[in-house]
């Protein structure tokens, strides 16, 4: 459907449906207009009949002047009928003895029209009343005098079809200044379409709802809001792609040559030594490529469902499956929550934060130390997640560095890509809460600290 067609649509018929409201309205004043013009007339005649009337001889009598009833001869040659009789006695004095008396008779000298048939015609009449006094006590004189009805028809036709062109003119002269008015308030979008076709399919840049009519900005701000999401898409994805290839070149290098050499070696327990170095380089590949895939299922690109979570349990969860990794390490790995910890997250993302948190605070406390995870909830319903270590820490004028992607302290002992830390803060902002990093209370290690709102 065009929205021009919708809009003509929705603003021409009704104009339609209004023009025949008054063509019904005009019909019924032309009919108005038309029996004016010629009840006048119709009395004039009545009144010259009645003023006639004269008694002689002590008997009525009426001298029919020509002048009445020529008044009344018209082009559509209407039939006239007229009759003058008495009330007391009841008398036909002349003229048409069958014409129907009035429905309602005249009272006083005011004259009556109505609307009648006679011989199968309708007809207009009037009826008037006429007093006369002499000795017989003849009173009083009704006189009627009625025409057919075409002339008015004509004449009534004649000003509704003047009256219903005006209209149709000036209605047509509307419906085409609405028609250039609808292509002209249409411009902006047809601009918009012409700005959005020029463009390549890389060129994501915000439409500009400056230039277009107020009720058209929140949908072009709509359209905006979905470009930007596709673009933050998009550059997760290449982001993506760029992380895979910079973090997985070399360590498939790796493979492939050590993979070389253990073809080479006739010693089978120089080649197990290999294998086994190839066991340990494919279980830090993989580390590496969940790490990616989950800083890719964390990029704020991806749309993911938030509901109430338990974060005590999540934690808890997290801290138990790597309780293995601690004790391979000789390290005391504890838990505590408390309060209400109650937060609206993606319990697969929380998870994710709490391990990468804790498998960091593993891989860099040395043998043999201790770490906490903790979760307590507040009063004001604001959840607090910490991670605590008595390990080697991290400077203070390293700490704003550490939350990039791929950044690592120089001399740090670990095997880690520098992707833990990054995962962290990306899932943290996701969900609303700030990641923060603290020296430990006895002033070795380090802490870190994720809020929730």
């Not at 065009?2 to 019924?28: Q, S």
Request: net charge negative.
């Amino acid at each position: 459907m065009r929205l021009r067609n919708h809009l003509l649509r929705w603003l021409l018929l009704p104009l339609a449906v209004v023009w025949a409201i008054g063509f019904h309205l005009d019909y019924g004043r032309s009919i108005e207009q038309a029996n004016e013009a010629y009840d006048r007339t119709l009395a004039g005649s009545a009144l010259a009949i009645a003023e006639r009337v004269t008694v002689r001889d002590r008997a009525l009598s009426v001298d029919l002047p020509y002048a009445a009833l020529e008044m009344l001869e018209t082009r559509s040659q209407d039939r006239i009928f007229y009759k003058v009789s008495s009330q007391n006695p009841a008398t036909v004095v002349t003229g048409h003895e069958d014409l129907p008396a009035p429905a309602v008779p005249p009272a006083g000298d005011q004259p009556v029209f109505e609307d009648a048939r006679y011989q199968d015609e309708p007809i207009r009449m009037v009826s008037m009343r006429r007093t006369l006094y002499d000795e017989r006590g003849i009173d009083p004189l009704l006189v009627q005098v009625a025409e057919t009805t075409a002339a008015r028809q004509a004449m009534a036709t004649r000003i509704l079809v003047d009256s219903a062109l005006t209209q149709a003119t000036l209605i047509a002269a509307a419906a085409l200044l609405i028609t250039f008015g609808v292509r002209r308030g249409l411009e902006p979008l047809r601009r918009i379409r012409r700005e959005i076709a020029s463009r390549t399919e890389f060129d994501l840049t915000p439409i500009d709802a400056r230039a277009v009519p107020r009720e058209i900005a929140p949908l072009i701000e709509a359209l905006n809001l979905h470009t930007e999401r596709q673009r933050q898409l998009n550059d997760a994805h290449r982001q993506f792609i760029a992380d895979a290839s910079h973090q997985l070149k070399t360590p498939l290098t790796i493979l492939k040559t050590q993979a070389a050499l253990a073809l080479q070696q006739q010693d089978v327990e120089r080649m197990r030594a290999i294998v086994a170095e190839i066991h340990d380089a494919t279980d830090l590949t993989a580390r590496t490529i969940n790490q990616l895939l989950a800083l890719a299922r964390s990029e704020p690109g991806h749309l993911i469902p938030m509901e109430p979570v338990d974060l005590v349990e999540i934690a808890r969860a997290a801290t138990f499956d790597l309780l293995p990794n601690a004790l391979q390490k000789d390290i005391e790995l504890a838990f505590e929550g408390s309060g209400n910890a109650q937060v609206q997250g993606q319990e697969l993302l929380l998870r994710e934060l709490v391990s990468n948190l804790t498998d960091n605070a593993i891989r860099y406390t040395p043998r043999g130390g201790a770490i906490i995870v903790s979760v307590r909830g507040g009063a004001d319903g604001k959840a607090q997640l910490q991670v605590e270590d008595n390990g080697p820490g991290i400077a203070p004028e390293h700490r704003h560095k550490v939350f990039d992607r791929f950044y690592r302290v120089n001399g740090a002992f670990s095997d880690g890509c520098g992707l833990g830390l990054a995962i962290v803060r990306q899932i943290s902002e996701r969900h609303g809460a700030l990641a923060e990093l603290e020296t430990a209370g006895d002033g070795c290690g380090l802490r870190v600290v994720v809020r929730f709102p």
